[in-house]
């Protein structure tokens, strides 16, 4: 048998055997999948940025050939791919499944080819007729390609290259040059704030997404772009220090193998002060009698600690020196009735004052 007899018989065989496309043979595949009467393949080829390429997958559905020459009989050895045959593509932790073989895109390459078979004498096995090692003709692989592109893929990133059998093997992403910088940088939005610019107040961060995912965020409060000692956290309590001031607060985002990034919030609107409360309206304990002592009872005043100062009062009027918690009634207050009035203040909140109600008339 001539050497285009055992070529030609090759093509007639049941997988036909798979075709790789590209440049960089992946090896094994073709070998596993043939075994599993599948024939399709699969080929990485680099791209022109790095980090990037194509995986193509083919299913080799046969060949023809043609010539110019009467003494040669044409040949079609093709077939169809197994239903559901189809190919699957693991790289930098995610899957990519193609569609059915049978859906993919048909793709033909021809080349020029020499000799040809004359027809097959009666009762002589197929192929086997006379060879003419001078006959020109064209020969046409005939081929079912898939391709998924890839980027942003460290060179040695695993990737394992299957068909839906199964059968593959796992290679990784060739080198082709360094990462562009589109690819170490973090998606990255701008931060907002939520709560009220205002002493006492709590104001949260609200970092948004960041990607890709798991990026770890830190945070730092500033005011009026200087940052506050230990306000590191995506809460921050407003302290005293800060009215008048304008807050903002910084995510910074890292990831290994991703340039950090750091992102600012707006800036609020300058602190307010502060309100008190709770702000208690004061009692008055003891007998309302010349000579009997008197006693306020401010309750408790919060956020603690409020400093407290006291102005006794007869018939709404200040009586000069009674500035404590306790006065003792004096002989001009006869007649009258008395009340206290408790003021409370705090570093960077509103002075407030509370006043009770009035005793009875003094005897």
């Known amino acids: ?63 023809t050939t043609a010539y110019n020459d009467p003494r040669c009989v044409p040949s079609t050895y093709l077939q169809a791919p197994p239903p559901g045959a189809g190919a699957v593509v693991t790289i930098g932790g995610k899957t990519y499944t193609s569609p059915p073989a049978s ?45 998924m592109s890839y980027s942003c893929q460290a060179a040695g990133t695993p990737v394992i290259l299957a ?10 992403v060739p080198a082709n040059g360094p990462l562009p910088a589109s690819c170490t940088a973090l998606s990255a939005p701008v931060p907002t704030s ?27 409060w500033k005011a009026n772009g200087v940052a506050i000692t230990g306000a590191t956290a995506a809460i921050y309590k407003i302290a ?13 985002g890292t990831k290994t193998g991703y340039t950090t990034k750091s992102k600012t919030a707006t800036a609020t609107a300058a602190v307010a002060p502060g309100t008190l409360g709770p702000a208690p309206v004061p009692t008055i304990t003891g007998t309302a009698k010349v000579g009997s002592t008197l006693t306020a009872v401010p309750g408790t005043w919060g956020p603690a600690p409020v400093v407290l100062t006291y102005q006794w009062k007869a018939n709404g009027v200040a009586i000069t020196g009674a500035t404590a918690a306790i006065y003792k009634i004096a002989a001009a207050q006869l007649g009258k009735t008395l009340t206290v009035t408790v003021t409370g203040t705090k570093a960077g909140y509103t002075t407030k004052s509370k006043t009770s109600a009035a005793t009875v008339q003094i005897v």
């Open 1 to 63: 048998m001539s050497y285009k007899s055992a070529h030609i018989r090759k093509w007639a065989s049941a997988a036909l055997g798979a075709a790789l496309l590209g440049t960089s043979l992946v090896t094994g595949l073709s070998a596993a999948n043939a075994s599993a009467g599948v024939g399709i393949a699969g080929v990485i080829t680099p791209g022109t940025t790095g980090g990037s390429g194509t995986v193509t997958f083919s299913f080799r559905q046969g060949v």
């Open 103 to 147: 859906q993919w895109p048909s793709h033909s390459i021809t080349t020029p080819t020499t000799g040809c078979h004359g027809p097959v004498p009666a009762g002589q096995p197929p192929f086997d007729g006379q060879y003419f090692p001078d006959a020109v003709g064209t020969e046409t692989d005939h081929l079912l390609t898939w391709s």
């Open 163 to 172: 068909d839906s059998s199964g059968a593959g093997v796992t290679t990784s």
């Open 194 to 220: 939520t709560g009220t610019a205002k002493v006492g107040s709590t104001l949260t961060a609200v970092p948004g997404t960041w990607g890709p995912a798991p990026v770890a965020l830190t945070y730092q």
């Open 240 to 252: 005293a220090a800060q009215l008048g001031k304008t807050l903002t607060v910084t995510v910074t």
